[in-house]
């Protein structure tokens, strides 16, 4: 799920340094150019001017390194997890047990290349994942990628109920206004 010999630990220290959580690292090789995807976090959320800032200190970082930790061509991406956050380590799937995620496996697992499911850890380790279908175990290093499922709770009301709510308020103001006339 991240790239080789890329100082995993150097970016947790940098984004931690500047007051965040570090919530991971991908490195993927994509057509011509690698891309360096760094995940943080904060109680109050995250601005983008809170990843500007991480992002600069992370560029100067790898700039005056002067290691070859990557291509000639890169992209960095600084970003909150967002609410479909990544599973990246058996520490992200632990602490959102019992969340709904999806999941995309390295190769067929129980028959399967993708699985949507309740997550759990299992005693030894292994990924739990639930679903009407029954009940999956398999390995941290079978999954390619996984994320959490953004599931809209029934009792919220949706930003399309207030909009209508909001017509009507308007429609109520404009038939007051034509019966004053």
């Known amino acids: 799920m991240e790239g080789k010999n ?19 690292l991908e490195v993927k090789k994509e057509s011509a150019a690698s ?7 904060s109680l109050g959320g995250i601005s983008v001017r809170d990843c500007e ?5 992370i560029n100067n970082w790898l700039e ?18 967002g609410l479909e956050r990544p599973l990246l380590s058996l520490d992200d799937f632990r602490r959102f047990s019992g969340k709904e995620a999806s ?9 399967r290349r993708r699985i949507n499911g309740i997550v759990s850890v299992s ?4 990924i739990r994942v639930e679903n009407e279908d029954g009940a999956f175990e398999f390995p941290l290093e079978t999954i390619l990628s996984a994320k959490l499922k953004y599931v ?16 009507k308020k308007k429609n109520k103001r404009k038939k007051v206004r034509e019966e004053d006339q």
């Open 103 to 111: 999941i995309r496996f390295n190769e067929l697992v129980e028959g």
């Open 64 to 81: 005056e390194s002067g290691e070859d930790l990557l291509d000639d061509r890169y992209y960095l991406e600084v970003s909150s997890p």
């Open 35 to 41: 891309f360096v995807r760094v995940y943080m976090d």
């Open 6 to 24: 890329f100082p995993k630990e150097e970016i947790r220290k940098i984004v931690e340094s500047l007051g965040y959580e570090f919530v991971g």
């Open 53 to 57: 800032i991480v992002s600069r200190r």
């Open 152 to 167: 809209l709770e029934k009792n919220k009301k949706t930003n399309s109920n207030r909009k209508k709510k909001g017509a």
């Open 123 to 126: 005693q030894d380790g292994s």
